[in-house]
């Protein structure tokens, strides 16, 4: 394995050195038409690709691709162009290992955009976690974008900062009896003869969050919210309750937070082990917390988590020292004081309480409950974004963060809280000094006690819970 990655890290550097120019043109928008084939665990695609009319690019632009994945053309203005393919460690699929595909576009008119017709196959990796389930298989397509499955051309290099983009016609073809999700709007479903068709589109949706899901789902809707379930009496009565809920709980979230997320529709569908996601309006749960939903408050607090997301996302550099916080820590603790306002303040104190407790083991110990090494602690806006995925589910992330949220929370009181998170998350970027800076706003001579918060990994006895409580009542 390792000389694998030698090799093609070497064929990277290659590549690097031939492209002239910017070789990564920002996007605009995608045309995207899509057939899969899950027997077959296979697809076929056609994307045409519209790059921003500012980009300056040069005499050639570089793409990458999920690597079983093989380009048959690459078309500008009907004209068949050339591309040079190599593959590359790329950290943002879920395999580690992308096609790389250089295309020669001297003297083209890319005012049309540039089209790709591809094709290929999409297999469970074992080269990360097991979260990582993208695959096409019997059970259907499970495909998210950058960072997990490149299942479209995407013109970023490894590890670069995903930006938003318009994806304006998107056809997902499947056998009549899958149900396909993508994100954004649904503006069409039919079937021919034995394939379903399903047209969506999406404006200013992220790179990160242009997943695609199919299987043989059963649909149900309520006011702007839908549900895909599978096919049996659990999880119909559960899909009940989760319509409900959602409507409820996104609207108050866009309320408090973010109003300009796009939720015009949403979209909540059931998933197989390790299928908690949020990708824009659609939240995906696995299947073991979908059916328990009605009796069990854990399971709506991992939904609220899910939905959340796209409510306090602010575009932050990854580069920034805030992003981790942001992509991870926000949400852990931002539906916390919306679902309260559904399930009681009980369960908010309680849950503020339980945090506090295991966050102070933690330290004391080293371990987790299972008696697992955890990894040393280090400050908030000390996790890098090569980090995250080390401090997001079991320590620091889940939990000082909640506590320092919580502690803005209380100390701002309510309706001071509500103005800065209107504030805070209605900005076009955010940054670790925009962050502290609004933190001030709102919470005059705030700035010595939320360094140590942030920057250190104090715990001193008046931020602990028994100097200010919980309860947000």
């Known amino acids: ?36 084939v899950p027997l077959e665990s296979s697809m076929t695609g056609k994307a045409v690709v519209h790059f921003a009319p500012d980009e300056v690019i040069g005499d050639e632009v570089v793409f ?23 593959q590359v460690y790329y950290d943002c699929n879920y395999a580690l290992i992308a096609d790389e595909l250089m295309v020669s576009v001297a003297g083209r008119d890319l005012s049309g955009g540039l089209t790709v017709y591809y094709s ?33 051309p995407v013109f970023l290099p490894d590890e670069g ?42 404006s200013g949706a992220s790179l990160y969050n242009a997943q695609c899901t199919a299987q043989r789902y059963t649909a149900a809707s309520e006011g702007n919210c839908f549900v895909y379930r599978y096919a049996d009496a659990a999880s119909e009565e559960a899909g009940r309750d989760i319509l ?39 939240t995906g749960l696995m299947a073991s917390t979908w059916r328990e939903f009605r009796k069990d408050a854990v ?4 939904l609220a988590h899910e939905l959340v997301h796209p409510f306090v996302r602010v575009p932050v550099a990854r580069a920034d020292s805030l992003w981790s916080l942001a992509i991870e820590g926000f949400p852990t603790y931002f539906h916390l004081p919306i679902l309260a306002e559904i399930l009681g303040w009980e369960f908010y104190d309680g849950f503020i309480q339980q945090r506090e407790k295991m966050y102070l083991e933690k330290r004391r110990t080293g371990k987790t409950r299972r008696g697992a090494d955890l990894p040393p ?45 209107s504030d805070l998350f209605n ?20 700035r010595a006690d939320v360094e140590i918060w942030l920057s250190t990994t104090e715990y001193p006895e008046r931020f602990r819970l028994a100097q200010f409580g919980t309860s947000g009542k």
């Open 377 to 421: 602690e280090i400050p908030l806006l000390a996790i890098a974004a090569d980090e995250m995925s080390t401090y997001k589910d079991e320590f620091v992330l889940p939990d000082r963060a909640v506590l320092f949220l919580n502690y803005l929370y209380q100390r701002m009181g309510r309706e001071a809280f509500f103005a800065f998170t």
């Open 64 to 86: 990458y691709l999920h690597a079983e994945l093989d380009v048959d053309s690459v078309l500008i203005a009907g004209q068949v162009v050339s591309v040079s393919v190599g």
């Open 244 to 282: 409900t809920f959602t409507n409820r709980i996104t609207g108050l979230f866009q309320t408090r937070y973010r109003r300009s997320a796009e939720m015009d529709e949403c979209y909540v569908i059931e998933m197989p082990r390790y299928g908690d996601i949020s990708s824009g309006n659609v």
């Open 120 to 152: 290929g196959y999409f297999h469970p990796s074992a080269a990360r976690s097991a979260s990582d389930y993208m695959r096409i298989d019997d059970d259907g397509v499970f495909l998210r974008a950058y960072g997990y499955s490149l299942w479209f």
């Open 299 to 302: 399971a709506r607090r991992h």
């Open 161 to 202: 900062d995903a930006y938003a983009v318009m994806f304006a016609d998107v056809i997902i073809r499947t056998p009549a009896e899958y149900h396909s999700v993508f994100l954004g709007t649904k503006k069409d479903e039919y079937t021919d003869g034995g394939e379903r068709v399903t047209a969506w589109s999406a």
């Open 1 to 36: 394995m390792r000389c694998r990655v030698l090799c093609v890290c070497i064929l990277f550097a290659v590549f690097g050195e031939a492209a002239a120019g910017n070789p990564y043109p920002r996007v605009e928008r995608y045309e995207l038409d899509v057939r899969f």
């Open 427 to 446: 900005r076009d970027v955010l940054t670790a000094g925009t962050f502290r800076a609004v933190i001030e706003k709102y919470l005059p001579g705030s």
